[in-house]
């Protein structure tokens, strides 16, 4: 038996296969990355517009409001609270701390850095670090990140999660293609 073909139309039509073939497997493995690029940030971005809508809502609410709002928002693996100080005892060191706490300062409409404090905790078992084109690290998987924000009344909202999903193996749309 023999795997190539004699006739110069079956060679052609070899090659047209197997290169199309090498294409979708080169265009899956590519949108596979930047799917899981955005995953990551929708990931990250959600609980900041969560943190963000909670502080607005918590400003203008009285005390016994803000309990009942901070019930209702609260997801399985968020710790929230309000505290007369930070939970976070220090300003954003990261660079990814620091994107964060300039996306809140810019959403709120805070002008004080001191206003906003970021911690993230990383993944330390998965070793895996995704860089960009220059080989720069690009992010890293997030274990948790904890916020504290200054609320109108100078009281401070703690926001804690740890609820980071994992990008599903693979985009049914990839898959059908």
Do not use: C
């Amino acid at each position: 038996m023999r795997l190539w073909p004699d006739s110069l139309a079956g060679r052609t039509l070899a090659l047209l296969i197997g290169t199309t073939l090498l294409l979708i497997l080169g265009s899956a493995i590519l949108l596979q990355d930047e799917r899981s690029k955005r995953f990551d940030e929708h990931n990250r971005f959600r609980h900041l517009e969560r943190v963000a809508t909670l502080a607005r809502l918590l400003s203008d609410a009285n005390e016994h409001e803000q309990s009942r709002i901070i019930e209702r928002i609260s997801e399985e693996h968020d710790d929230i609270s309000l505290t007369p100080l930070p939970r976070i005892d220090r300003q954003p060191r990261d660079p990814m701390e620091k994107k964060i706490a300039h996306h809140l300062r810019r959403s709120l409409h805070l002008k004080s850095r001191s206003a906003i404090r970021v911690r993230i905790d990383f993944d330390q078992q998965d070793k895996t670090v995704y860089k960009d084109r220059d080989h720069h690290p690009l992010r890293r998987p997030l274990k948790s990140i904890d916020i504290s924000v200054r609320l109108k009344d100078q009281t401070w909202l703690n926001f804690s999660t740890k609820d980071f999903k994992n990008v599903p193996p693979w985009a049914s749309e990839s898959l059908i293609s």
